[in-house]
């Protein structure tokens, strides 16, 4: 099993910025990947961004328009999702995720979820 704990939501001015980082803890795997989706309330889980622990390779939804950018400390097990230019729309419970595999669709492992608050 892997846990995964993260930190660093909070509230913070449209137009600001916040990180968040994620830490795993526990089994990991040769070549995993881990991640971020955010939900609104009375909304879907979203995708957000991902990345190879192991190759660095990168994904990000459609929304993120270069804002948020996602890195790892792979010695650390650790990525963080550094979010720039905030909108109220952004506000979410932001979840990190874990795959066991860097070329598996669906996240494997969840957190508890950190919550992000945009205030116009």
């Known amino acids: 099993q892997m846990q995964l704990v993260e930190s660093g939501g909070g509230l913070v001015q449209s137009g600001g910025s916040l990180r968040l980082s994620c830490a795993a803890s526990g089994r990991t795997f040769g070549d995993y990947a881990m991640g971020w989706f955010r939900q609104a309330p009375g909304k879907g889980r979203e995708f957000v961004a991902r990345i190879s622990m192991s190759t660095g390779r990168t994904r990000y939804g459609d929304f993120v328009k270069g804002r948020f950018l996602i890195a790892r400390v792979s010695a650390k097990n650790t990525v963080d999702l550094q979010m720039n230019s905030l909108k109220p729309e952004d506000t979410a419970e932001y979840y990190c995720?874990?795959?066991?595999?860097?070329?598996?669709?669906?996240?494997?492992?969840w957190g508890q979820g950190t919550q992000v608050t945009v205030s116009s």
């Open positions: 995720a874990a795959y066991r595999n860097s070329l598996s669709k669906d996240p494997d492992y």
